[in-house]
């Protein structure tokens, strides 16, 4: 059972447009969200977060919303460069406070920004 | 570069055999996470240590093991093996004991082919 599901396995975007990659979830334990950019032959990096008590969390290009209620979250990437071209995981957590925690991935969206 | 180091990059091994995943984190990291990434799945997370002991556990087989050294490097062994644990497996490291917050780091990754 998929706990985080990313539902496109592929986008393809012009560069300079908005990028819109989504997520959904089932567990309504989670409360902390993250997305994870991956390029070929390496590994994932961690690109931005968002705490449950929060809708929306901005880092430049980057932005995640958070929709609790649909159990829905998306990055929005504007504008787009040909730099982003990777895969992205959305991840999620069950606590947002110390101690132990596991992340759960969905299987990840491939971005291809075409100049 | 992360700062996590992984070896080998590439192991190709027959059914039935052992192997062994070495993970050196980042410096000053007490916490080392293993995760297993399958064909087209997500990253599924597998053990993590923490300073030497066992902090979490997720869906790891029997048929696998992990331990974290003194010099905080980590060694994930794999046994009898069968083609379906070809995979890419990562390994990750966070300062501490590990929460929501912190930045997971990680390493390029081990590609595991059984054949």
């Known amino acids: 059972d998929q706990q985080v599901k990313q539902n496109s396995p592929s986008l393809s975007v012009q560069e300079g447009r908005i990028s819109i990659l989504n997520c959904d979830y089932t567990?309504?334990?989670?409360?902390?969200f993250l997305w994870y950019k991956k390029y070929p032959a390496e590994g994932p990096t961690f690109l931005i977060s968002?705490?449950?008590?929060?809708d929306k969390n901005e880092d430049g290009r980057f932005t995640v919303f958070l929709n609790k209620s649909a159990k829905h979250l998306s990055l929005h990437i504007v504008p787009s460069q040909p730099g982003d071209s990777a895969v992205y995981f959305c991840?999620?957590?069950?606590?947002?406070?110390?101690?132990?925690?596991?992340?759960?991935f969905g299987k990840g969206t491939k971005l291809s920004v075409i100049p | 570069d992360s700062g996590v180091t992984q070896t080998p990059k590439h192991l190709i091994t027959a059914t039935g055999q052992r192997v062994t995943l070495r993970c050196s984190p980042r410096?000053?990291?007490?916490?080392v996470y293993w995760y297993q990434q399958s064909l087209d799945q997500g990253l599924q997370f597998l053990i993590q240590?923490?300073?030497?002991?066992?902090?979490a556990k997720g869906n790891i087989l029997e048929r696998f093991s992990a331990q974290q050294f003194p010099d905080l490097h980590s060694e994930l062994n794999l046994s009898s093996l069968e083609l379906g644990d070809s995979a890419l497996y990562f390994c990750?490291?966070?300062?501490?004991?590990?929460?929501?917050?912190?930045?997971?780091?990680f390493g390029p990754g081990t590609r595991l082919l059984v054949l």
């Open positions: 240590y923490y300073n030497g002991e066992e902090r």
């Open positions: 991840a999620a957590s069950p606590y947002s406070g110390a101690g132990s925690y596991q992340l759960t």
């Open positions: 990750a490291s966070t300062e501490t004991s590990g929460g929501a917050w912190e930045t997971q780091y």
């Open positions: 968002i705490s449950s008590i929060k």
């Open positions: 567990n309504s334990m989670f409360d902390y």
């Open positions: 410096s000053g990291d007490l916490s």
